[in-house]
């Protein structure tokens, strides 16, 4: 009894931990990278449904499932085994993580992530690291060097500069590359990743430029298609006409996602209570200096060295 009693309190001090965390409770964006928070520990439990001694359990039950649906002959399942067969472990967890340990749902995941490659092979195709730095470089898209106070990696959007014929290309792809990389760390699995969206300057020469395909392909990406947690999509500054092709993306949305879509416009005030000032780059309203996109390439290059 007097064991359990400990271990209870531990888990109150951290679940109450959790209820006030603060940017400085977590690791960094690029690393390197300490172990895993305990507080991040006990969200996992919590959120996930992760413990310790069913992770093997779970890779093992995902790795038969695999096995046992590949041998029904169905294309996309054989496209499951022939891309995950001979991962590590490391891999299919995050799949797990990204289902909360419901071993078929991670299974229709990993399904969603070959249909997905299939559809669209035009996104990693020609994925140099001289394209992908430079894009990065340019800010498409930009990543907060500090977590949020959620510990979620940040990706930030600034629609202004958009060129509507090659950017929205560009910033899928680099989001799908730089997701992949910066997910190989467990604090962000358990986090999760979230996304702001700047429209301040947004014309509408560029409203009108947005190819629906373009869109439905970024749509398609936070829904079913990688193994991430995407928790929540910010709008800031967005003009009037902003409706129209939002309206077109709303059918494509799944209501787990719509729910994470918070529209802002210009009134900040519950923008500032989920980002803190002091984190954001003066172009996203925050109270730091420019954003600068050669300083995330450049950490962005030696995470690549770390893995």
């Known amino acids: 009894l007097g064991t359990y009693r400990m271990v209870s ?30 507080h991040t520990r006990q969200k996992a439990k919590d959120e996930l449904n992760e413990m310790d001694e069913k992770r ?34 490391s891999l299919l967890v995050r799949f797990i993580r990204a289902r909360k340990f419901d071993v078929p749902r991670a299974f229709e995941l990993m399904k969603g992530y070959v249909r997905f490659r299939r559809n669209y092979p035009e996104l990693f195709e020609n994925l140099t690291p001289e394209a992908v730095r430079s894009t990065i470089e340019a800010g498409y898209p930009g990543i907060l060097h500090s977590r949020d106070k959620y510990g ?11 060129d ?39 014309t509408m020469q560029q409203a009108s430029g947005i190819k629906p395909t373009e869109l439905k392909k970024m749509v398609d990406m936070l829904q079913d298609s990688f193994p991430a947690r995407f928790k929540a999509v910010h709008f800031i500054h967005q003009p009037w006409y902003f409706t129209t092709t939002y309206n077109v993306v ?58």
């Open 164 to 202: 509507y014929e090659e950017i929205t290309f560009d910033e899928v792809r680099n989001m799908l590359t730089e997701n992949k990389k910066l997910n190989m760390v467990e604090e962000t699995q358990i986090n999760g990743f979230c996304i702001i969206e700047n429209f301040k300057g947004f």
């Open 9 to 38: 309190e531990e888990e109150q001090a951290l679940r109450a931990k959790l209820e006030r965390l603060t940017i400085k409770d977590h690791g960094p964006v690029f690393g390197p990278y300490a172990s895993l928070p305990d």
């Open 250 to 307: 709303k059918p494509l949305m799944k209501s787990k996602l719509l729910e994470r879509v918070f529209v802002h416009g210009d009134e900040l005030e519950n923008y500032y209570r989920e980002f803190d000032a002091e984190i954001l780059p003066s172009e996203f309203d925050g109270k730091g200096a420019n954003y600068d996109g050669k300083a995330t390439a450049a950490d962005h290059m030696a995470l690549k060295n770390l893995t």
């Open 152 to 162: 979620r990696v940040v990706f930030l959007f600034n629609v202004e500069n958009w």
């Open 56 to 89: 093997a359990s779970a890779v093992k039950e995902l790795r038969g499932l695999i096995k046992e649906k590949a041998d029904t002959g169905d294309d996309l399942v054989k496209g499951v085994q022939d891309t995950f067969g001979e991962k590590p472990d």
